[in-house]
Structure formats: C-alpha cells, structure tokens
Nanobody, 126 residues
Framework: VQLQASGGGLVQPGESLTLSCVAS????????IGWFRQVPGQEREGISC????????YYADSVKGRFTISRDNAKNMVYLQMNSLKPEDTAVYYC????????????????????WGQGTQVTVSS
C-alpha cells in the first residue's frame, strides 16, 4: 500500500491550488481517504475525508466552503481543490488511507488511518 501526495507550492492569498493523491496497492472503493495538514510544532489536523464508495465527505470547519475533496476510483486518485487560500493554510499536506470504507465522525482522528503518504508543502504568502 502506498500513497503519494503532490501539487503543493507557493501561492498568494486568495489563490487556488489542487493537491493530488495517487494510491497504489489497494482500490479506493474499499477505504476512505483523508487529507491532513501539519505545521511544525503543532498537531496534525484532519481537514477532509471522502468515503471509498459513496458520496460521504467530511470537512473541518477551518476549510469548509473553501476546499473540495473528490476522487476518481478508476485512476485511484483523490484530489483536494483548495480555493481562497489564506496564510494560515500554510502547512505540509498529507493524504492517508482510513481503516474503514465510509467517512465517519472520527475522520479527523489520525489514529483512524493506517497508511500515510509523504507530504507536500503548501505555502500561502504574499
């Protein structure tokens, strides 16, 4: 099982960025995929999750209305469209595979994920 996040970069406040997560070694239908972010010295924050095989999604309040998670099971890809980016969105972003198929209320808990990809840096600065 492997996951690889990509698409990070340096953007200005208000701009958009799309992160991609490619999964291998399993099929997306079987597991929910979450996006987390982490700032040095702070806990990893669960910001979004999408179910493996239905339309269930979760968003943290900090990104609700600005970020959109989606998946393409045929390509084994999960995306995070990030709009109206703010300096406080600056972090390393990770995708991770959940232990379960459907998004639950524990989607924000890193302990509910058993495989993690390498992170991709997102910097929002003018």
């Amino acid at each position: 099982v492997q996951l690889q996040a990509s698409g990070g970069g340096l953007v200005q406040p208000g701009e958009s960025l799309t992160l991609s997560c490619v999964a291998s070694g399993f099929t997306l239908d079987d597991n929910a995929i979450g996006w987390f972010r982490q700032v040095p010295g702070q806990e990893r924050e669960g910001i979004s999750c999408i179910s493996g095989s239905d339309s269930g999604v979760y968003y943290a309040d900090s990104v609700k209305g600005r970020f959109t998670i989606s998946r393409d099971n045929a390509k084994n890809m999960v995306y995070l469209q990030m709009n109206s980016l703010k300096p406080e969105d600056t972090a390393v972003y990770y995708c991770a595979r959940a232990r379960y198929t459907y998004t639950t209320s524990s989607a924000r808990d890193p302990n509910e994920y058993n495989y993690w990809g390498q992170g991709t840096q997102v910097t929002v600065s003018s």
